[in-house]
């Protein structure tokens, strides 16, 4: 007969198991380990800082051997990048990007759990003369893969900056630039489409609130706060709580135009800076804890109002402040954690 301290025990058991079911239905919180500072922690050191905040997902820019090894055995997924650069040669030759696969891939898996090649950054907001090569240099890379049988393991992808984007507001009305849509953008849904990717999306509310100077994108909108005036889409009703939001469903609108409607979405980049020039309005240690700390939450729970229930993993930018960044005193404070390993503001991560 069951007493009642086991029946107690067995409640507690079966809500451990929801807790654990339901926590698989939510988007993940990653990392952007950047390394443009001369004054970082070894790899090592990162790898073992991310196991202690229980972050499963990091992203670098680059394939950097030393990173890669860091993180072997850890359980931890790497998204690695073929630097801009590079893209040309690849787009060429079936033989160079299987060495690429080979030499900054091959070589390092299952230790490392390589999950995402991102083949360059933001190149279509970048220089054109790179852009016809691009879903070209995606397939040959994903040949590559396929010779290593590696094609189910890890996806190929590449991050679009909001500049994608012809208009975004209101988000139904969300399109891609006329210069990149048919050329560009087609192709390369058709490549995740085909090899079951995901659409990387780098989504800045911080950049939009500074960009339109405090005029009418309210702070706490921006923010991700609870308070926020939503925002409503005249033309389908749905009401947005917050900028990001409204930034992922433009960009989903924008491939509805082109007749993708469902193609998961990923956020490699988003973040908010803890201090910038006097001119970088919002950027301070308490709004960069609220937008992170709120992202946190945000991520964790809900999809958006296009998709909602949907999983949006998501790339904080950036674990550590980079102190080689050109550009205004922002582009230096992104991080979450000081160089020495002391965070700039308290953040719970998980
Ligand atoms: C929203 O709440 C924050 C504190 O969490 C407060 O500083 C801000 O003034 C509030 N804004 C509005 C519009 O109520
Ligand atoms: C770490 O670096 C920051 C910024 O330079 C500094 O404010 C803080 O005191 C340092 N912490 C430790 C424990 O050295």
Redo the contacts with the bound molecule.
Sequence with gaps: MMNSKCFIWLMLWQLLLLCLLLHCAEGKIGVNYGRVADNLPKPMEVSRLLQTLSIENVKIFDANRQVLHAFAYTGISVTICVPNEEIISLAVSAQAACTWIYNNVKQFVPATKITYIMVGNEILGGDPTIWSALVPAMWQLYTGLRYYNLENKIKISTPHSLAVLATSFPPSAGTFQPNIATSVMAPLLRFLKLTQSDFMLNAYPYLAYLGDGGKHIALEFALIEPNATKVVDPNTGLEYSCLLDLMIDATIYAMKALNYDDIPLIITETGWPSQGDPSEIGASIPNAAIYNNNLVKHVTTLGTPLRPGAEFDTYIFALFNEDLKPGPASERNWGLF???L?QVYAISLN
Excluded: I, L, S, V
């Design positions: 000081y160089p020495n002391t």
